[in-house]
């Protein structure tokens, strides 16, 4: 039983990270129909900016301001800076194709996803970096059950951000163009609302929360590769799309879910079916809802 | 551009028999002259791929290896070619009067004879084109999908993997003696000809394979097959790494080298001829159709689900035979060969070439592996060049190269000395 409700605590920190960089996916899926395959490269930028705004403030105001504040500071600046690399995204790679056939698109997304991890690669060379932990440990015991606070923090920081997204998509006016524009791209610039410029500020959510969740990985698993991208952001695209389409919420539940399923799949088999029978789960639920869980039936002309 | 046509023009008139003529007279010389030319140029050695190697590798040598590849190469094509043109001509004229089948089959031999001189200059050679003609199979198969289907599907290298294992194991089992599986149960000597029997059961493990991708996904249009694909790409990957029998994430390895340049070749050609005559068939116009619109397809009397799945299944079959070939011309493989980096590559080769072609099949195939292998000293900084050559193929022209053409082997092997009546036939 302790071991049942630790793993559900690590399966909730472990499928936050999928959760908030598939809600990336998901949004860009929903607004623009296309698949922005750099988003986990995107995810992977987002952490490398974070830890040099970590080790930049840490080595700057350690000493006369609470980690709190500087861990504040380091999500704030690094969101800023990690949008502008969705922008660069959507402007390089999206934009000039727009009315290009969508699987282009994807192409090149996966491209400028290369481009990140071998830049990566050149710029930094393959030194393993530690990404520099912003807050104490805490170890607290529940009956026999671990919890440390960073935990807490990233479960908690993660439900936060997807309510603050899903507030601003409902209620704000920005948001409600990001609605109009994934009901019908083609209609809703002729209203009025540009799709040069809710397009870029998807790509930027998008960017900002998958930052934002480098940060939090750095804290649970400090250690960073050019590689960590593209492994996790495959998995999170899965998720956005097991979602359904543009669906922020369902895109964060199928995030949880796949956390759940690689945490407990090797509490009963060996740790190396994990994949298997992660994505044999998602095989079949597609195959009996192909819509995903709060998709619209929806049949898509592809612009070939 | 308007320059560059005008210097091509007086090479308008040389036919495919012309050009296969000047190639082989500057693949003679390299093979008689190879040696002398390189030394007096200060090369080490023959440049094995038109002296990229060196370029990248020592900038001085940039002179001496342009010189050799003007001197080799590119002036006695030109210069055979043009010169030999009338003669050729009434060559094509007459391999025009002949029936097709046998008209193609003297080019094609006449192909293979100069690749087999010019491969057969050192090993790297051998390796780099088989492996490009391996990829022209697997692009040529994903092609089929990705293009006259218009889907989007990313399990290719899950079914490469399914025809490589399934042919590894077989051969393993029948015809070696390995340590996984011990004696073999076959006399050794029947293998080099039982070998396309076990490609073919290779591609069909992976032709049954795509039936687990293809059953749910095809119930609805749209971007699931992408998702379904994807899943099924890590399931294959992820079942093979834990079945021990087959090596497990050790891989396989000692297949017998069945797959000869000439072995490749044949499938190569092979899969042209039926991947061209099946997208000209019915059912492959039937599959445009329904790319182009299901429900006025349906209405035609198409039957779509049929239609796409029967697309699907073939192209995973020549992908599993082109996993197969693969496997025995490496003679080794591993899970891990078959994961993202192969897709994205695979991916490149078909969008960078063109979508709906096969012309375009062959060069983005030809063109991303040369390129790979050319730019191979600069280690990373291929990793940007290629994805941004990518980038602004796509940017300019979104289908590809050339995309939507029909491969018309007629038009290709046409004299060329007058122009015809409406130009093509």
């Known amino acids: 039983m302790d071991i049942f409700l630790q793993n559900i605590i690590n399966a909730l920190q472990w499928g936050s990270f999928y959760a908030v960089v598939s809600i990336g996916y998901s949004m860009v899926y929903g607004v623009l129909m296309l698949f922005n395959f750099a988003h986990g490269d995107i995810f992977m930028v987002g952490t490398y900016i974070g830890f040099g705004i970590a080790t930049l403030l840490l080595a700057l105001f350690s000493a006369f301001m609470p980690g709190w504040m500087i861990f504040i500071l380091v999500i704030l600046i690094t969101m800023f800076l990690a949008s502008f690399v969705g922008v660069f995204v959507e402007v390089v790679g999206y934009r000039p194709l727009r009315g290009a056939p969508r699987a282009s698109a994807a192409i090149t997304g996966l491209m400028i996803g290369i481009i990140f991890e071998t830049g990566n690669l050149i710029i930094l060379g393959a030194k393993r970096f530690s990404f520099p932990p912003l807050i104490e440990s805490v170890t607290y015991n529940f009956g026999g059950i671990y919890v440390t606070n960073v935990k807490v923090l990233i479960i908690v920081a993660s439900l936060v951000m997807m309510a603050a997204l899903h507030l601003f998509i409902k209620k704000t006016k920005w948001g409600m163009a990001m609605r109009a524009m994934s009901y019908d791209f083609q209609a809703v610039p002729l209203m009025g609302v540009s799709i040069n410029i809710i397009a870029p500020m998807t790509f930027a959510i998008g960017a900002g929360l998958a930052s934002v969740a480098g940060i939090l990985y750095g804290q649970a698993y400090p250690v960073l590769d050019p590689y960590m991208g593209i492994s996790l952001g495959w998995k999170a695209f899965v998720a956005a799309i097991l979602g359904g389409r543009g669906s922020i919420m369902g895109a964060a539940l199928a995030g949880y879910l796949l956390g759940f399923i690689e945490m407990f799949v090797p509490m009963f088999f060996p740790s190396t079916f994990r994949d298997l029978i992660a994505y044999s789960i998602i095989l079949v639920i597609l195959t009996f809802r192909p819509r995903g869980f709060f998709g619209m039936a929806h049949s898509t002309q592809l612009r070939l | ?425």
Not at chain 2, 38 to 43: Q, T, V
Not at chain 2, 196 to 211: F, K, N, W, Y
Not at chain 2, 231 to 237: G, Q
């Open chain 2, 1 to 425: 551009m308007e320059t560059l046509k005008k210097l091509f023009r007086p090479f308008s008139v040389v036919p495919l028999a012309g050009w296969f003529l000047g190639v082989f007279s500057a693949v003679l010389m390299e093979y008689y002259l190879g040696d002398l030319i390189s030394y007096y140029l200060y090369l080490p050695k023959i440049p094995v791929l038109f002296g990229t190697l060196f370029m990248l590798k020592n900038p001085l040598l940039i002179p001496s290896a342009l010189a050799y590849d003007c001197i080799v190469y590119i002036v006695p094509v030109f210069l055979v070619a043009r010169l030999f043109a009338p003669l050729t001509n009434q060559l094509a004229a007459q391999l025009e009067k002949m029936p097709l089948w046998l008209a193609t089959l003297l080019h094609l031999a006449a192909f293979y004879g100069i690749l087999h001189m010019w491969a057969g200059i050192n090993d790297y050679r051998v390796l780099v084109v088989k492996l490009t003609m391996i990829s022209i199979i697997l692009t040529l198969s994903l092609n089929v999908i990705n293009g006259y289907q218009g889907e989007f599907s990313c399990s290719h290298p899950g079914f490469m993997a399914l025809g490589a294992y399934a042919s590894s194991t077989l051969t393993l089992l029948l015809f070696a003696n390995d340590k996984m599986f011990g004696e073999p149960l076959m006399n050794p000597a029947l293998g080099p000809w039982l070998f396309p029997l076990i490609l073919i059961v290779g591609g069909g493990v992976a032709a049954l394979g795509s039936l687990i991708v293809a059953i749910p996904s095809f119930r609805t249009r749209g971007d699931y097959l992408a998702i379904i694909s994807l899943a099924f790409l890590f399931m294959v990957k992820s079942a093979i790494e834990n079945m021990e029998i087959i090596g497990g994430p050790r891989g396989m390895s000692s297949q017998p080298n069945y797959a000869s340049l000439t072995v490749v070749f044949v499938w190569m050609a092979l899969c042209i001829w039926i991947v061209h005559n099946f997208t000209t068939s019915v059912l492959g116009k039937a599959l445009n159709a329904v790319r182009d619109n299901e429900p006025a397809a349906n209405s035609m009397t198409v039957n779509t689900r049929k239609t796409k799945m029967t697309a699907f299944m073939f192209g995973a079959f020549w992908a599993g035979v082109a996993g197969g070939l693969f496997a025995h011309v490496l003679r080794y493989v591993n899970p891990g060969t078959f994961g993202l980096n192969k897709l994205a590559e695979i991916l490149a080769m078909v969008y960078f070439g063109g979508l709906n072609s096969i012309y375009g099949s062959i060069i983005g195939a030809v063109s991303i592996s040369m390129l790979s292998e050319a730019l191979r000293p600069l280690e990373l900084f291929k990793w940007i060049i290629i994805p941004l050559i990518l980038i602004l193929v796509m940017i300019f022209r979104p289908h590809g190269l050339i995309s939507f053409t029909e491969l018309n082997v007629k038009e290709l092997m046409r004299p060329r000395d007058k122009e015809r009546a409406g130009g093509v036939e």
